[in-house]
């Protein structure tokens, strides 16, 4: 079993910028990809950002590209989501995810384990 805790959401100012981390215990992730995806208000969850488990093969979703950037350092068990631009449309529960694949993880039907979640609000 893996326990995925998330971090780093709040209030922010557009424009302005958050640092989530996630980090797993019980088992460790460095066998899985990893991915973000995002639930906002009345709207279904959706893929944010993936990596594969070296660290290689990055891919986000068109309306974060060029704003967020996934990391990850399988020595800590964690994965980090750099959002940088923030905007009031990227208003969301943040959720971090642990997939079989080593490659990528960009469905919620591939997603083995869920983190809680982590809020973040952007103000206009």
């Known amino acids: 079993q893996v326990q995925l805790v998330e971090s780093g959401g709040g209030l922010v100012q557009a424009g302005g910028s958050l640092r989530l981390s996630c980090t797993a215990s019980g088992r460790t992730l460095s066998s899985r990809a990893m991915g973000w995806f995002r639930q906002a208000p009345g709207k279904e969850r959706e893929f944010v950002a993936t990596?594969?488990?070296?660290?290689?093969?990055?891919f986000y979703a068109d309306s974060v590209k060029g704003r967020f950037f996934i990391s990850r350092d399988n020595s800590k068990n964690t994965v980090y989501l750099q959002m940088n631009s923030l905007k009031p449309e990227d208003t969301a529960d943040y959720y971090c995810?642990?997939?079989?694949?080593?490659?990528?993880?960009?469905?919620?039907?591939?997603?083995?384990?869920w983190g809680q979640g982590t809020q973040v609000t952007v103000s206009s």
């Open positions: 990596i594969s488990t070296s660290g290689i093969s990055i």
């Open positions: 995810a642990a997939g079989s694949s080593t490659r990528s993880l960009r469905v919620r039907s591939e997603v083995d384990y």
